[in-house]
């Protein structure tokens, strides 16, 4: 018998999708303290769709029985804390699953702003009739920081409607989704020379707070920024005044410093501004296509085979 636990946020209904889990499995839900503190030490492996309430890292056990994390998000910044970061334990994520997704909405902001969409929606509530030219998208530059399987695929997406589309990764390298991808430290040059920016990066010490002031100073004068990747990579008081000066022309976010993002927020009032409530990849069906792919991952490590979406410490 191997046990499965499944952490949960207090609002969440049981992950669908695992009932293709073999019978030898033994399978428990946790949503607070006092049951995670008490089932966390007898599991083998660990599902965390929690990952807000940093309820993990509080109850971690000095010894436990653990060999194997699932998150269940393509970024992990929120299970690196030092206890599991530095165990041996196995960590593997959801990885690919929400890359199409992502790039959809990428698609759709490009083209909200290139349509002004936003201006004809701005029109309608005002019942106003006015004719305007919009942009074409073709040949117009974008530059995709985070050159992974997100990036890889909005790039793919991008460059199928024509658009030229570069990435930016640690280091330069060739790749075929991509017209070209640079080293991270060409981030000013490629920022002066793209039309749209879009960031699939995860949250790491080096993108945190990578949008400042002298980001955004550096982009070329009316582009858009589109945050699809981690709200902390964007420095929010510095993305603000970049709008209010004309810097940028627009921005499409869904990722933020602060989530949910407060009320009163002045980002609300930004005419300019689209904002959505982290869902960007969340398609119809999404939990149930995680609960799978946990599933077909578990299977292989059952038979002992390699897992796919292994995180890498580094």
């Known amino acids: 018998m191997t ?55 509080r109850c971690w056990p000095a ?19 030092p206890a599991l970061w530095d165990s041996p334990v196995t960590i593997t994520n959801a990885r690919g699953l929400f890359d199409r997704g992502i790039a959809e909405y990428v698609l759709g902001a490009v083209l909200m702003f290139a349509k002004d969409t936003l201006g004809n929606l701005r029109l309608q509530r005002h019942r106003q009739w006015q004719h305007r030219d919009t942009e074409l998208i073709e040949q117009r530059r974008v530059l995709v920081v985070g050159a992974g399987s997100i990036g890889g695929e909005v790039a793919t997406l991008l460059r199928a409607v024509g658009m030229q589309v570069v990435g930016l990764a640690r280091t330069a390298r060739a790749d075929a989704r991509f017209d070209a991808v640079h080293a991270s430290a060409a981030l000013p040059e490629q920022l002066a020379l793209a039309d ?84 960007a990849g969340d398609f119809l069906g999404w939990r149930r296509a995680l609960g799978e792919q946990f599933v077909a991952n578990f299977l292989r490590w059952q038979a002992g085979e390699a897992l796919h979406n292994r995180v890498e410490r580094g």
Request: with cysteine.
């Open 3 to 57: 046990d499965v636990l499944l952490l949960m946020a207090p609002e969440d209904t049981e992950l669908p999708g695992l009932d293709g889990l073999p019978a030898s499995v033994r399978l428990r839900c946790v949503q607070d303290e006092d049951a995670l503190r008490q089932a966390l030490p007898e599991a083998e492996v660990l599902v965390v769709t929690d990952f807000r309430s940093g309820l993990l890292e």
């Open 196 to 279: 749209f920016v879009v960031i699939t990066a995860p949250l790491t010490d080096d993108t945190r707070g990578l949008f400042n002031d002298q980001a955004f100073a550096a982009m070329k004068p009316g582009a858009r920024l589109i945050n699809v990747g981690r709200g902390p990579i964007v420095d929010t008081a510095a993305l603000l005044r970049a709008l209010e000066r004309g810097q940028l022309s627009g921005a499409a976010l869904d990722v933020f410093e602060q989530e949910p993002l407060p009320e009163d927020h002045p980002l609300w009032q930004q005419p300019n501004v689209m904002i959505s409530a982290h869902m």
């Open 63 to 81: 010894q436990n029985r653990l060999r194997w994390v699932h998150a269940t998000s393509a970024g992990v910044d929120a299970l690196m804390f």
